[in-house]
């Protein structure tokens, strides 16, 4: 392990890792290639700021504080894992990227995908298995120092969670390209914080550390093992709960607002004010 990073010179620690910057980089020429080919993208702004997020989790003194703490690993998860994939599925990428393919070869993938997005609620279901299967892989103590010492397998781990991620929103969000249909996407949303919760749950009661963290890192940190740990666990829980909890009510407000009125009597072209002696019908 490198030198131990103080707090008070982590800022100094500005990491260079020239795969995140490449793949960054691509993302962004790709992108802005893509915007030239049409009408600018109403959606430019959240790419941009996905990458942005994606960013300051992999080119900001977080990686490097990342390999000494658990807490700080699980931040640049989240980020990674969580909120990059929800800004990128907001920019709509498969509409805009989609430009660099001609024509003819977009038809015919759409015709050989469309049958399986159409099996929404498998798909979904599918889905959430995978990222929640993903997010307990990851943490497993021996898998978590596997990827602390190797970079190649650190490399695999940040790709799978964001690829998870972004299939998660991809079939919930409402700017995916999969949508879910009615309660079903706050179902998704749903299964996949039940799925996670108990991970962030035993990290945060453990009584023992179950990682390989160094204690002088922690402890230059002003924590001890169990500590950091269960902080990782914290921030799992509650951060990455809410993200998970507001993306939930989002689509559940959505769904309700977007729900045709049952009661015919009741349409957008007619309001009704009741009391207890008169009704009032207005067109």
């Not at 931040?75 to 430009?99: K, Y």
């Not at 269960?230 to 989002?250: C, E, K, N, R, T």
Request: net charge positive; no cysteine.
């Amino acid at each position: 392990m490198p030198g131990l990073i103080e707090p008070s010179e982590a800022w100094r620690a500005w990491p260079f890792d020239p795969a995140s910057v490449l793949l960054l980089a691509f993302a962004a020429v790709a992108w802005e290639a893509a915007a030239r080919r049409g009408p600018r993208p109403a959606g430019s702004a959240w790419w941009w700021a996905g990458l942005a997020v994606l960013a300051v989790a992999l080119l900001t003194p977080l990686d490097e504080v990342a390999e000494e703490l658990l807490s700080a690993h699980m931040v640049q998860h989240l980020l990674i894992g969580l909120v990059a994939p929800l800004l990128i599925v907001r920019a709509h990428p498969g509409r805009v990227l989609g430009r660099h393919v001609h024509p003819a070869v977009r038809r015919d993938v759409g015709r050989r995908v469309h049958p399986i997005l159409r099996a929404a609620t498998p798909l979904g279901l599918a889905v959430v298995a995978a990222h929640v299967v993903v997010w307990w892989a990851w943490h497993l103590p021996a898998l978590y120092d596997l990827a602390v010492a190797d970079s190649r397998v650190h490399l695999l781990e940040h790709a799978s969670l964001f690829a998870s991620g972004f299939a998660l929103w991809a079939v919930a969000w409402p700017a995916g390209p999969v949508r879910q249909r009615g309660g079903a996407a706050v179902l998704v949303i749903f299964l996949a914080a039940l799925g996670t919760g108990p991970l962030a749950a035993i990290l945060t009661v453990a009584n023992q550390p179950h990682y390989a963290t160094d204690a002088a890192a922690t402890a230059a940190w002003g924590m001890t093992r169990l500590a950091d740990q269960q902080l990782a666990g914290a921030i799992m829980w509650v951060p990455g709960g809410f993200l998970y909890l507001a993306a939930g009510v989002a689509l559940f407000s959505s769904w309700l607002l977007g729900r045709a009125p049952r009661d015919p009597g009741l349409s957008t072209g007619r309001v009704v004010v009741a009391d207890d002696l008169t009704v009032i019908s207005k067109r």
